[in-house]
């Protein structure tokens, strides 16, 4: 059978799978009470309380997915693009008909900590529950704490926008007992407290691995932990976050991570596109004891597998001869002849993750948008990149990318016009 | 002295141990490279590209609240939108200072062929609008000579055809709004689309006024009720 008659039989299949197991077992989430106890009001009004869950926020970036740009902290209305379709970031705030404010902390914790809504039906894991459920009941209890404190805001959540069977809820109690298994983090004892502390942000609330991990067709995380992976539907490519023998970090030390998750710049590379929202948004503001302890983790991934040399059907050579000549004329004047840039302005180009990622997205998406770095505490008026999108073609694009990720110490593949022309009309959100 | 000679080796551009280090000037023009490559390093615009509007000289109130709404997603045009998604208040205004400080000579873009009675209409919505579909006049807010007004209402003089003509149409078609009551989105929805046609082409074929300067503020009564004028220090 044909491919295309294949997928849709089996998602069927498991669809009708997925109504037998709701109806027959997986109701039992239904009644799941949680162990974590009540809060009363007086212990909700705790002011350091409210700021320490202000904190944890910041450091789960829930701003990020439940804000709708120009609109209100925490009022919803960010959508979500996934492959499934768009699903909207609800209203966190404390109002009663469109937010949270009927929810008890038992409700909120069953979201957070088992991906279940207040009424019982299974929440889409673009919710990242995968990883809040490492959560521990303190922070949650904190975080809670301050979004009931925030101004109720009255708001109505969209509808999700998913294709069928993705929009029968039923089907996620499949997609859970394949690929979801509640559960607190376990400290490892014969770790540094800061690795630890480190691996709890990183594998918790930071939830990196949603991005900085290859999905498979059915949405889930697979392969190597943080070994980097493309972000479906907008575009983006999250690298792999190794900093040993062939990690995307290869080269960086814990300084540099701290410095770009603060700053949004380091010498070894600069944030851009979604992870310039997050610096912007959630990891500027975490303190330096969690930064060092963030890096301390990193710096424990395990070494990656050399990437095979590129094979190409293509003249590499002519092809990257002809993009050096648009980025002697273009690039070269800031990121210097010998791709190692401006340390503290511009990024180098030179091992760079961001040029030689394996598909080639991210140097081809920011060529063509250029922009701003985060603007930061640590970086209020950083410099840019122009964009090229109205300056260059899609085979001068390709040709200078190319160029950059075959030039100096890099090895990448050429990318080809017709992937440039893919991505001009990319999502910006 | 030691400390100082720290200081002088982090500026930027003083990295030059190594010969290919490209020498980086600490300046505003050199950050804001993302803004100048479309609309010139003057603010100047680029008539080649027949798009790109100048900014030069515009009211900085103005500059800095248009910034804000193609953050807020008020005003929609994805290079823009990404551009200054995550810029800081006081960079951006920074930058809308920078833009309208800039005095540089005028350009014009090319404007597509049109009929004498189209630049008579074209002229007559500017300078007395229609009554009868109830139009103002563009004078009647952007000034006498259509030079603006301090510190919040730009100028309407030295753009680009196909610039003012999408403008016009945004408004009507809601990629381009403002803080409500949007006073622009209501002109926009009583022109004709042959408006559009002539009050584009004639805003963008006329010669320039002597002064090009904004008008000093409070000098013009708006007809209808703009939100954005109604902010202190707030710009259209």
């Given at each position: 059978m044909k491919r295309w008659v294949v997928i849709p039989v089996v998602v069927v299949v498991l669809a009708v799978l997925g109504g037998w197991l709701w109806m027959a077992g997986q109701r039992v989430g239904h009644v799941v009470t949680p162990e974590v106890g009540a809060l009363t009001s007086e212990a909700l009004a705790d002011p350091a309380l409210v700021a320490r869950g202000a904190y944890l926020a910041a450091a789960g970036d829930c701003a990020g997915c439940h804000s709708v740009r120009g609109g209100l902290?925490?009022?919803?209305?960010?959508?979500?693009?996934?492959?499934?379709?768009?699903?909207?970031?609800?209203?966190?705030?404390?109002?009663?008909?469109?937010?949270?404010?009927?929810?008890?902390?038992?409700?909120?914790?069953?979201?957070?900590?088992?991906?279940?809504?207040?009424?019982?039906?299974?929440?889409?894991?673009?919710?990242?529950?995968?990883?809040?459920?490492?959560?521990?009941?303190?922070?949650?209890?904190?975080?809670?704490?301050?979004?009931?404190?925030?101004?109720?805001?009255?708001?109505?959540?969209?509808?999700?926008?998913?294709?069928?069977?993705?929009?029968?809820?039923?089907?996620?109690?499949?997609?859970?007992a394949r690929y979801f298994r509640p559960g607190g983090f376990q400290p490892d004892a014969g770790q540094s407290a800061a690795w630890n502390r480190g691996a709890y942000?990183?594998?918790?609330?930071?939830?990196?691995?949603?991005?900085?991990?290859?999905?498979?067709?059915?949405?889930?995380?697979?392969?190597?932990?943080?070994?980097?992976?493309?972000?479906?539907?907008?575009?983006?490519?999250?690298?792999?976050?190794?900093?040993?023998?062939?990690?995307?970090?290869?080269?960086?030390?814990?300084?540099?991570?701290?410095?770009?998750?603060?700053?949004?710049?380091?010498?070894?590379?600069?944030?851009?596109?979604?992870?310039?929202?997050?610096?912007?948004?959630?990891?500027?503001?975490?303190g330096d004891?969690?930064?060092?302890?963030?890096?301390?983790?990193?710096?424990?991934?395990?070494?990656?597998?050399?990437?095979?040399?590129?094979?190409?059907?293509?003249?590499?050579?002519?092809?990257?001869?002809?993009?050096?000549?648009?980025?002697?004329?273009?690039?070269?004047?800031?990121?210097?002849?010998?791709?190692?840039?401006?340390?503290?302005?511009?990024?180098?180009?030179?091992?760079?993750?961001?040029?030689?990622?394996?598909?080639?997205?991210?140097?081809?998406?920011?060529?063509?948008?250029?922009?701003?770095?985060?603007?930061?505490?640590?970086?209020?008026?950083?410099?840019?990149?122009?964009?090229?999108?109205?300056?260059?073609?899609?085979?001068?694009?390709?040709?200078?990318?190319?160029?950059?990720?075959?030039?100096?110490?890099?090895?990448?593949?050429?990318?080809?016009?017709?992937?440039?022309?893919?991505?001009?009309?990319?999502?910006?959100? | 002295m030691a400390a100082a000679f720290l200081v002088a080796a982090m500026a930027p551009g003083a990295f030059g141990q190594d010969a290919a280090a490209p020498q980086v000037p600490d300046t505003l023009q050199q950050r804001i490279a993302a803004c100048t490559t479309c609309h010139g390093v003057h603010g100047e615009g680029t008539p080649g590209s027949k798009y790109f509007p100048r900014l030069a000289g515009k009211p900085a109130g103005y500059l800095a609240r248009q910034i804000q709404n193609f953050q807020d997603g008020l005003r929609k045009y994805p290079p823009m939108e990404y551009t200054v998604r995550n810029l800081s208040p006081a960079y951006m205004h920074e930058i809308a200072d920078y833009f309208s400080a800039q005095q540089v000579p005028y350009a014009r873009s090319p404007v597509p062929p049109v009929t004498a009675a189209v630049l008579q209409r074209g002229e007559q919505l500017a300078r007395d609008g229609d009554p009868q579909r109830k139009v103002p006049a563009c004078a009647s807010c952007h000034g006498v000579e259509l030079t603006g007004v301090e510190p919040a209402i730009p100028g309407l003089v030295g753009l680009p055809y196909d610039y003012i003509s999408s403008q016009l149409g945004a408004w009507r078609t809601h990629t381009r709004a403002m803080r409500k009551p949007d006073c622009m989105a209501v002109v926009a929805g009583r022109l004709q689309e042959s408006d559009i046609t002539a009050v584009a082409a004639w805003l963008a074929s006329r010669t320039l006024p002597a002064h090009v300067r904004p008008q000093p503020p409070g000098t013009v009564k708006p007809p209808l009720s703009c939100g954005v004028l109604e902010v202190p220090g707030a710009g259209a």
């Open positions: 902290p925490y009022a919803g209305g960010r959508s979500v693009p996934t492959p499934f379709g768009n699903i909207p970031g609800p209203n966190l705030t404390p109002d009663p008909e469109t937010g949270i404010g009927r929810w008890s902390f038992a409700d909120f914790w069953r979201a957070l900590h088992y991906g279940q809504r207040k009424d019982g039906q299974w929440l889409y894991p673009a919710f990242p529950f995968t990883s809040y459920t490492k959560v521990t009941p303190e922070d949650a209890r904190a975080i809670y704490a301050y979004l009931r404190s925030l101004p109720a805001v009255r708001r109505e959540t969209d509808a999700a926008k998913l294709s069928f069977p993705y929009n029968l809820r039923s089907t996620l109690a499949v997609w859970r942000l990183v594998q918790g609330l930071g939830h990196c691995n949603e991005c900085h991990a290859p999905r498979n067709a059915l949405g889930a995380t697979t392969g190597a932990w943080l070994s980097g992976g493309e972000i479906p539907r907008q575009d983006w490519y999250a690298p792999d976050l190794s900093m040993q023998a062939n990690g995307g970090l290869q080269g960086w030390t814990a300084r540099d991570v701290v410095d770009l998750l603060k700053t949004g710049h380091a010498t070894k590379g600069a944030a851009f596109g979604p992870m310039a929202d997050v610096v912007a948004d959630s990891t500027q503001h975490l004891a969690d930064l060092d302890a963030i890096a301390t983790y990193l710096a424990s991934l395990p070494p990656r597998q050399p990437r095979p040399a590129p094979r190409s059907a293509f003249d590499v050579k002519r092809i990257t001869a002809a993009g050096e000549k648009v980025y002697r004329q273009h690039c070269a004047d800031c990121h210097g002849g010998d791709g190692r840039g401006v340390a503290g302005v511009y990024p180098p180009l030179d091992g760079n993750s961001a040029v030689t990622e394996p598909t080639g997205i991210n140097a081809m998406r920011t060529v063509l948008l250029g922009g701003f770095p985060p603007v930061t505490a640590g970086n209020p008026r950083p410099y840019s990149m122009p964009p090229y999108a109205q300056q260059l073609d899609d085979s001068d694009v390709a040709l200078v990318v190319s160029y950059i990720r075959q030039a100096w110490g890099n090895k990448a593949s050429i990318v080809r016009p017709e992937q440039v022309g893919k991505y001009r009309h990319t999502p910006i959100d | -």
